[in-house]
């Protein structure tokens, strides 16, 4: 590849550069930076140095947050991709024009808005919503149960919105399996659950992976879905920070928060592609 | 395609080049048919955006810069506050005759005394109230709201203030309280409460009462009238160790676009059948003595929740800025919504 | 062994489904409250266009996708192909950057951005909506035009280069004919990415510019109304018909 030559190209290269450094390096480094100042009174922030955000996130009543939105996260996702994997699996597997309009009928809620799709389940999971009538009439239950503003309702909410985010890498890394794989495990003597146990899950692993990125972040910080549903008593992550900026004006909390958050994420993409290393080098090394 | 966007730019144009009004206010606080009325007799036309609570609206208009919004309707210790910090603009008194209206023990109060920055909008007090079909005993005292019967029964305000206010009155303290211990005390009678609580809303009381999703709770005065339209069986009291009487003002932010139509529209309302109307839609208290002689006034009269008496608001107590102490107030509400 | 399959994918499909169809199912509902049907109805639907406030704000939503859409297209289409054609300086810089920018919460984005405008003394409004817009964009539409990139050869390039053409001609008549597919499917891409915002605007929108997400949010907040019923019905219809229509663009453009 040859170096950049041609004023054009430069100017061009350039204008993009500083955006992007204008608009999300900068940006970035800001809050950082704000992390480590004072919340004013009437000001948003005092130009004082501390590392008092960080320390009072490591306060129970802050850490608290963190471990619960993580464990409502990963429950999410965990749903999610058990719910994902066997779809995903059966889709790859079915004959082409099955897989177009599977694919086509899954797509289709991941392009609408998340924000309608919440509040479509408003009406069903109220105490006099649908799922309570469809489940009194048919006689599970005596007196309608209170799902919405709980847990559950937030939890239901998360799964239903991410679902498709996490089918569709799985469904894209099935596909690449090669059909002979399973063949040749067959012929080796495997049964159905040790082919899946050792050949398919561990070539599907960056699917997976990937089914967790995709699902995990987003239910950290989509607020507006424990907003709708929950009731306010859940108070997710993504809301804590909300309300650090637009409410408490605790600016420099709530950028300690984001920038811890962005670092769990950091973090968690570099054990990704270990991964992914560790997945490809087997077959690099030509075992197949 | 043009044709299109011809037809779209035709539909907007009267929009596109009449006066505007930008009005920040309460969700649901402004009656639709009292927009449409001032529209159509000024033909400025109004815009309306919303907050579900002081700190909320504060907060952006802080982000704002005070700038975007023409009329703001604030609470009184926020006016207090907003005042100290210079983020409004001195009413024209002459541009308002209409404040000869105003009941007298509502204008000159302590956090604006010549009414310089605000005119009152709104008043009404916070009760509490319950389902009556499901309660059989009156309640008289905020303290029923703890009772280990109601677990994930309750509602609570999405209201630092408010919320904590009935804390504090519960431990007989004010409710502008400024003291850390006192503070720190209601704190704790709240986290006991929350095992009670089933949601945190300013915005869907009224939806929590009529679907049956809450008991009892904290409502607005105001709130009732919806709720009991839908579902009869709710009614209020007036707690014995007090409550918050709470008044709603215009106020006109330092940055606005567009005083010359706040003004406008501050005169309007206070007209006594303007100010009638919005008070009998909304169910609460109005601020004008003369509404209360007007024929369609007659039932107001009487409904004790729109037109306490004297004796019942005596024990209520309006909310003041606190100062500096908010931050405890603040931090201590963000610690309750987490544990 | 098929049945259970259908049977499973049957179930997930119904569960994505059965709430949007319920949704669209009763903003046909005469009642306004109540969870029974009591008849059809196009009142919610006539109210909705009778709602001066709710046009303008969907106009404005409209406006920002397709300016935020159109030059966040070509801002990754001319990064694109600066990365496909040279060895940048400072270019892992970029793409850590850009990488950064397709993983990060939006609700980082937000805020930092928010913060950004706030110390420059931006007032929050189309303007700090449209560099937002555009910034989220650039990653989804970068990937798309970059992964059409793959499979050309930038040898005809040099080759017109050689022939006397300007860089900006080799753009415009060789590349751009070219990427035209992938050019597409990142403009619809971004523009649905804005149409459907709602935490990045959350932060940085202001009063005098309101988009329509952030106006539904605040709607939904009450509970349900079937107003709000027919409203999400037809941007529910809205995504249909461009899903459709860009799915028929690519492919005609595919066969040659």
């Known amino acids: 590849m040859k170096r950049l030559e041609g004023k054009f190209n430069s100017f061009l290269y350039a204008v993009c550069a500083l955006w992007l450094f204008g608009f999300v390096a900068l940006p970035f480094l800001a809050v950082l930076a704000i992390s480590f100042l004072s919340r004013g009174y009437s000001d948003f922030v005092e130009p004082v140095f501390t590392i008092q955000n960080y320390l009072q996130i490591f306060d129970f009543v802050y850490l608290k947050v963190f471990l619960s939105s993580t464990y409502l996260a990963l429950l999410t996702s965990l749903l999610c991709i058990l719910v994902a994997y066997p779809f995903a699996y059966f889709l790859a597997r079915s004959n082409e024009r099955a897989q177009a309009i599977g694919l086509a009928l899954v797509m289709i809620p991941f392009w609408t808005s998340s924000l309608i799709r919440s509040y479509a389940l408003i009406a069903i999971l109220k105490t006099n919503g649908f799922l309570n009538q469809l489940l009194i009439k048919l006689g599970l239950i005596d007196s309608p149960l209170s799902i919405l503003y709980t847990d559950w309702a937030v939890m239901i909410g998360m799964v239903y919105t991410l679902l498709p985010f996490a089918i569709l890498p799985i469904f894209s890394s099935v596909q690449g399996l090669s059909k002979n794989l399973l063949e040749a495990s067959q012929d080796l003597g495997a049964t159905a659950f040790q082919s899946f146990q050792r050949v398919i899950l561990p070539l599907t692993s960056p699917g997976v992976m990937g089914a967790f990125l995709l699902t995990f972040f987003p239910a950290l910080g989509l607020f507006f879905i424990p907003d709708l549903l929950g009731g306010a008593k859940t108070l997710v992550l993504g809301a804590a920070i909300r309300d650090q900026f637009l409410m408490n004006r605790n600016w420099p909390l709530g950028s300690a928060l984001s920038v811890l958050l962005t670092l769990g994420m950091f973090l968690l993409l570099a054990f990704n592609s270990w991964v992914k290393k560790r997945v490809q080098a087997p077959e690099e090394e030509g075992a197949f | 395609m043009k044709v299109f966007l011809c037809f779209i730019f035709l539909l907007l144009s009267p929009t596109l080049f009449c006066e505007r009004l930008v009005i920040f206010n309460w969700t649901e606080y402004l009656p639709s048919e009292v927009i449409r009325d001032f529209e159509k007799e000024t033909g400025i036309e109004v815009k309306l955006s919303s907050y579900e609570s002081n700190e909320a609206m504060y907060t952006k208009l802080k982000i704002l810069r005070s700038k975007g919004y023409d009329l703001v309707i604030p609470s009184t210790y926020f006016v207090e506050k907003m005042i100290k910090e210079g983020m409004l603009q001195k009413l024209d008194h002459e541009k308002l005759p209409n404040i000869r209206h105003l009941l007298p023990r509502l204008t000159g109060l302590p956090f604006d005394v010549k009414n310089d920055f605000s005119m009152p909008y709104l008043w009404g007090t916070t009760v509490l109230s319950y389902n009556s079909e499901k309660i059989k005993e009156t309640p008289d005292s905020w303290k029923v709201l703890w009772k280990s019967d109601y677990k994930n029964q309750v509602l609570v305000l999405e209201d630092m203030r408010e919320t904590f206010s009935i804390a504090l009155k519960s431990l007989g303290y004010s409710s502008n309280s400024s003291s850390p211990t006192e503070i720190r005390e209601a704190y704790d009678k709240l986290l006991k409460l929350k095992e009670n609580v089933r949601l945190f809303s300013s915005e869907a009381p009224k939806q929590a009462f009529i679907n049956q999703e809450v008991t009892l709770g904290m409502t607005m005065s105001g709130d009732l009238k919806v709720i009991q339209e839908e579902n009869p069986g709710i009614a209020a009291i007036y707690p014995k160790e007090g409550f918050t009487i709470w008044l709603d003002s215009m106020v006109i932010p330092k940055g606005a676009s567009n005083p010359q139509a706040a003004h406008r529209f501050i005169n309007y309302v206070l007209r006594p059948e303007v100010s009638l109307k919005i008070a009998l839609e909304l169910g609460y208290s109005t601020v004008n003595k003369e509404s209360l002689n007007l024929k369609a006034a007659a039932q107001m009269k009487e409904n004790p929740l729109m037109n306490p008496s004297e004796e019942v608001l005596q024990r209520g107590e309006f909310l003041t800025d606190v100062g500096r102490s908010l931050l405890v107030y603040e931090d201590l509400w963000q610690r309750l919504k987490v544990e | ?256």
């Open chain 3, 1 to 256: 062994m098929k049945g259970l399959r259908l049977v499973y994918m049957g179930s997930v499909l119904c569960f994505l489904y059965i709430p949007i169809f319920i949704l669209v199912l009763f903003s046909f509902n005469k009642a306004t409250f109540s969870t029974d049907w009591e008849g059809f109805s196009l009142q919610w639907y006539t109210k909705l266009f009778q709602n001066q406030d709710l046009l303008e704000v969907t106009l404005n939503s409209l406006w920002l996708a397709i300016s935020s859409a159109s030059l966040s297209t070509v801002f990754s289409a001319v990064l694109a192909i600066l990365f496909f054609r040279f060895r940048l300086p400072a270019q892992s810089f970029l793409k850590g950057t850009l990488y950064s920018l397709l993983m990060a919460p939006d609700l980082v984005l937000g805020i930092s951005l928010l913060i950004l405008f706030l110390a420059i003394g931006l007032d929050l409004g189309y303007l700090s909506l449209l560099i937002a817009h555009i910034t989220f964009c650039i990653p989804f539409c970068f990937l798309t035009i970059a992964a059409r990139m793959q499979s050309f050869d930038p040898s005809i390039l040099e080759a017109a280069l050689d022939l006397g053409a300007s860089q900006f001609q080799t753009y415009t008549r060789i590349l751009f004919p070219i990427l035209k597919p992938a050019l597409l499917s990142a403009w619809m891409l971004a523009f649905t990415l804005s149409m459907d915002d709602v935490i990045v605007s959350f932060f940085v929108s202001g009063p005098s510019y309101e988009v329509l997400p952030l106006k539904i949010y605040s709607m939904v907040r009450f509970g349900v109304k079937p107003e709000v019923n027919a409203l999400c019905s037809l941007l529910l219809l809205m995504t249909l018909v461009l899903l459709f229509l860009s799915h028929r663009l690519i492919n005609s453009k595919e066969v040659r």
